[in-house]
Each structure stands twice: as structure tokens, then as C-alpha cells.
């Protein structure tokens, strides 16, 4: 299994982060807010939004970190091809 987190797997486009704000599905949480919207990619991709709400840099910076962590252990679960965007609450 390859847990590697390649630079292919980031949303990293303003257009592609627009297209899944407005076409994807929110589920919220008491930690974390996820937009999912399906891709025609081979392969899932993640990108983040972490404002300075959630604190300081170093805070913002382990949110990232961790939320990074928890897509890389577990993109091999996800049965169809999606983009996700997660924001961490403070």
C-alpha cells in the first residue's frame, strides 16, 4: 500500500477550491468542516483552509499537519475519487 501524500493529491488551484465550495457536499463537525465534491482523477485529493482563528502560526501549522496525517493514513478507504477541503474550527 503506498501512503505517500504526493504533490498530485493537493488542491492547490483557486478555481478547483471554488468548484468544490460550490459544487460539493459540507459536512460539519464539532472540529472540522469537510467539502467533498466527486473528481474524474485516477486518484483523491485534499486541500486545507486554516484561518487565524484557529490561533497562531505553530497552531495553525500542527492543524495542517494533523489534518495532512489523516488523509495520507486513510485515502486507501475511499472508495471513489474526491476532492476534499478541510477547515479545522477553532
Same mark, same amino acid.
Given at each position: 500500500?503506498?501512503?505517500?501524500?504526493?504533490?498530485?493529491?493537493?488542491?492547490?488551484?483557486?478555481?478547483?477550491?471554488?468548484?468544490?465550495?460550490?459544487?460539493?457536499? +459540507?459536512?460539519?463537525?464539532? /472540529?472540522? *468542516? @469537510?467539502? $467533498?465534491?466527486?473528481?474524474?482523477?485516477?486518484?483523491? !485529493?485534499?486541500?486545507?483552509?486554516?484561518?487565524?482563528?484557529?490561533?497562531?502560526?505553530?497552531?495553525?501549522?500542527?492543524?495542517?499537519?494533523?489534518?495532512?496525517? +489523516?488523509?495520507?493514513?486513510? /485515502?486507501? *478507504? @475511499?472508495? $471513489?475519487?474526491?476532492?476534499?477541503?478541510?477547515?479545522? !474550527?477553532?
Amino acid at each position: 500500500m503506498n501512503f505517500r501524500f504526493t504533490k498530485a493529491e493537493h488542491l492547490t488551484l483557486q478555481k478547483e477550491f471554488e468548484r468544490v465550495f460550490q459544487e460539493g457536499t +459540507v459536512f460539519k463537525d464539532a /472540529k472540522v *468542516v @469537510l467539502y $467533498v465534491a466527486g473528481n474524474r482523477l485516477p486518484h483523491s !485529493r485534499l486541500g486545507l483552509v486554516v484561518s487565524k482563528k484557529v490561533g497562531n502560526a505553530v497552531r495553525r501549522n500542527r492543524a495542517k499537519r494533523l489534518l495532512r496525517e +489523516v488523509y495520507r493514513l486513510n /485515502k486507501h *478507504v @475511499l472508495a $471513489v475519487h474526491i476532492d476534499i477541503i478541510a477547515i479545522p !474550527r477553532h
